[in-house]
């Protein structure tokens, strides 16, 4: 039985996480739940799975849940502490780190430094952090399991391969809700129309960066560090059907890719389970009723988040905790109706012109340049 930690289990990855845990009851456990403020959802949860430890950020919101939970066996901790606590102590063998945000960097250190393996769905974390995070689970011997989709399957396709040199990754992507638009035509899109994506179910924030193509940006930087890739080695491919969920192509010219439907519970459960590939709770491919696999690709000069995610991780150091920052900022405001579309870019770039690059930023600096790239934004835009 393998005990598990969920951050982040009331929102889209934590939830699907859950339910690869209902499938798989006799080889997963759950030990720990956390979240950032939804204690309706996480008190259902507790019951549900019976946690020793629950985390919530809130610090309102746990008062509330701990009189909720009053008559079970579960210790309730808050703010920052409760969520390193979590991460860091308990039987967990394995921390889902599914949070949103750069709110997730201390908690997954803290998990490391106690030499827990790490199913790794929060991408900031490598975006922001990897420079100190990709040493620090060699150092304590951690696995980093990645349970985004692309990066699952990039993870996949290296299997059995070791000695074989990457000639490149294709890193694919759905193009999302606007793929065909014009720039012209993105100028007035809604918030209802930027999170209807075509083919995958995630959380608003996620959908809106993959509108953007910003999600694919933050992408290509995870990829550089989790697999140790040059930004030259990892090219874009866009697949509309989300079907392939990427590859690796080897110099001979192989190509190995991971193909299946748009669920991410595969890519959940392969990092749960891993190494071994078990049945699952998605629906699998008919290929008797597969049409066709169409390819493209990106459209940089009007979608500039991936351009500007190239900039940033050739630049190196603090620039993708400063790309990173300005989205964070530009995502927020634009759901929030404060903010357009394509205006999303220009917060980016702005951002980035203005930063002062840190060749080597520990956890406090890369937080000091949220605070630092949120008051510009405010500044300039609000």
Same mark, same amino acid.
């Given at each position: 039985?393998?005990?598990?930690?969920?951050l982040?289990?009331?929102?889209?990855?934590?939830?699907?996480?859950l339910?690869v845990?209902?499938?798989?009851?006799?080889?997963?456990s759950?030990t720990?739940?956390?979240c950032?403020s =939804?204690?309706?959802?996480?008190?259902?949860?507790?019951r549900?799975?019976?946690?020793?430890l629950a985390a919530v950020?809130d610090?309102?919101?746990?008062?509330?849940?701990k009189?909720k939970v009053?008559?079970l066996?579960v210790?309730?901790v808050?703010?920052m502490?409760?969520?390193i606590e979590?991460?860091g102590?308990g039987e967990?063998?394995?921390?889902?780190?599914?949070?949103v945000?750069? /709110?997730?960097?201390?908690?997954t250190?803290?998990?490391?430094e106690?030499g827990?393996d @790490?199913? !790794?769905?929060?991408?900031?974390?490598l975006?922001?952090a990897?420079h100190?995070?990709?040493?620090l689970a060699?150092q304590? =011997?951690v696995?980093?399991?990645p349970?985004?989709? $692309?990066?699952s399957? /990039?993870?996949?396709?290296?299997?059995?391969?070791?000695g074989?040199r990457?000639a490149?990754i294709l890193?694919t992507?759905?193009?999302?809700?606007f793929r065909?638009? $014009?720039?012209?035509?993105?100028e007035n899109?809604?918030v209802?129309?930027a999170l209807a994506?075509p083919?995958?179910?995630?959380?608003?924030? /996620?959908?809106?960066?993959?509108?953007?193509?910003v999600?694919k940006? !933050?992408?290509v930087?995870?990829?550089?560090?989790l697999?140790?890739v040059?930004?030259?080695q990892v090219?874009?491919?866009?697949?509309?059907?989300?079907?392939?969920?990427?590859?690796?192509?080897?110099e001979d010219?192989?190509?190995?890719?991971?193909i299946?439907p748009s669920?991410?519970r595969?890519?959940?459960?392969?990092a749960l389970?891993y190494?071994y590939?078990?049945?699952?709770?998605?629906?699998p491919?008919?290929?008797?009723? !597969?049409?066709? /696999?169409?390819?493209?690709v990106?459209?940089?000069?009007?979608?500039?988040?991936?351009p500007?995610?190239?900039?940033?991780?050739?630049t190196?150091?603090?620039?993708t905790?400063a790309?990173?920052a300005?989205?964070?900022w530009?995502?927020?405001r634009f759901?929030?109706?404060? !903010?357009?579309f394509?205006?999303?870019y220009?917060?980016i770039?702005?951002?980035?012109?203005?930063h002062?690059?840190?060749a080597h930023?520990?956890?406090?600096? @890369?937080?000091a340049?949220?605070?630092?790239a949120?008051?510009?934004?405010?500044a300039?835009?609000?």
């Open positions: 039985m393998k005990q598990i930690a969920v982040g289990s009331t929102g889209s990855i934590g939830k699907q996480t339910d845990v209902r499938m798989h009851p006799d080889l997963l759950v720990a739940l956390g950032g =939804n204690i309706s959802l996480l008190e259902q949860q507790i549900e799975f019976k946690p020793a950020y610090e309102d919101a746990a008062a509330q849940l009189e009053s008559d066996p210790r309730i808050t703010g502490d409760g969520l979590m991460c102590t967990a063998e394995i921390v889902v780190t599914a949070i945000g750069m /709110i997730g960097i201390r908690p250190i803290a998990a490391i106690a827990k @790490i199913a !790794l769905a929060n991408k900031e974390t975006v922001t990897g100190l995070i990709m040493p060699k304590h =011997n696995r980093i399991l349970v985004d989709s $692309e990066h399957a /990039i993870f996949q396709s290296l299997q059995g391969c070791e074989s990457i490149k890193l992507a759905s193009g999302g809700p065909h638009m $014009e720039r012209s035509q993105l899109v809604t209802k129309e994506h083919t995958w179910q995630m959380g608003p924030k /996620i959908t809106i960066d993959s509108a953007t193509m999600n940006g !933050l992408e930087i995870e990829a550089c560090r697999f140790d040059t930004p030259e090219q874009v491919v866009i697949q509309p059907q989300s079907l392939i969920h990427s590859a690796v192509q080897y010219g192989s190509v190995i890719a991971q299946g669920d991410m595969i890519a959940i459960q392969y389970t190494p590939h078990l049945p699952s709770p998605a629906e491919i008919d290929f008797t009723k !597969l049409a066709a /696999i169409d390819f493209g990106p459209r940089n000069d009007v979608f500039k988040g991936l500007l995610a190239y900039d940033a991780i050739r190196g150091g603090s620039m905790s790309f990173n300005a989205n964070e530009a995502n927020a759901r929030e109706g404060k !903010l357009g394509l205006q999303i220009d917060v770039e702005a951002v980035m012109a203005s002062h690059v840190i930023p520990g956890v406090e600096e @890369i937080e340049i949220q605070a630092e949120d008051s510009f934004c405010e300039h835009f609000a």
